[in-house]
């Protein structure tokens, strides 16, 4: 059974970073696109970055050019830099994966940013 732990959130200030993780259990993780949703107080949860199992990357217009979605199959691990983050980028953060047409989400991790 494939299992997903989300960690590397926080606080942080307007303008700075952070590298979020996604780790997962099994051994389909290199055959299978993984995407990063967030989900803001109050508010319906929504993708952000995808990644295929090629390494094709796909992103919401609102974080373009500032969080870049990567993976590193040898450790299972799929990964989210965020830079330039601004307050409206709170929310806690998802990683999902599909297996046999199943979607499965980690526990999510919390990104506040604020001064």
């Known amino acids: 059974q494939v299992q997903l732990v989300e960690s590397g959130g926080g606080l942080v200030q307007p303008g700075g970073s952070l590298r979020l993780s996604c780790a997962a259990s099994?051994?389909?993780?290199?055959?299978?696109?993984m995407e990063w949703y967030r989900q803001a107080p109050g508010k319906q949860r929504d993708l952000v970055a995808t990644?295929?199992?090629?390494?094709?990357?796909m992103y919401t217009d609102s974080v373009k050019g500032r969080f870049t979605i990567s993976r590193d199959n040898a450790k299972n691990t799929v990964y989210l830099q965020m830079n330039s983050l601004k307050p409206e980028d709170t929310a806690v953060y998802y990683c999902?994966?599909?297996?046999?047409?199943?979607?499965?989400w980690g526990k999510g991790t919390l990104v506040t940013v604020s001064s």
């Open positions: 990644i295929t199992s090629g390494g094709s990357t």
């Open positions: 099994g051994s389909i993780f290199s055959r299978k696109d």
């Open positions: 999902k994966v599909a297996v046999w047409g199943v979607d499965i």
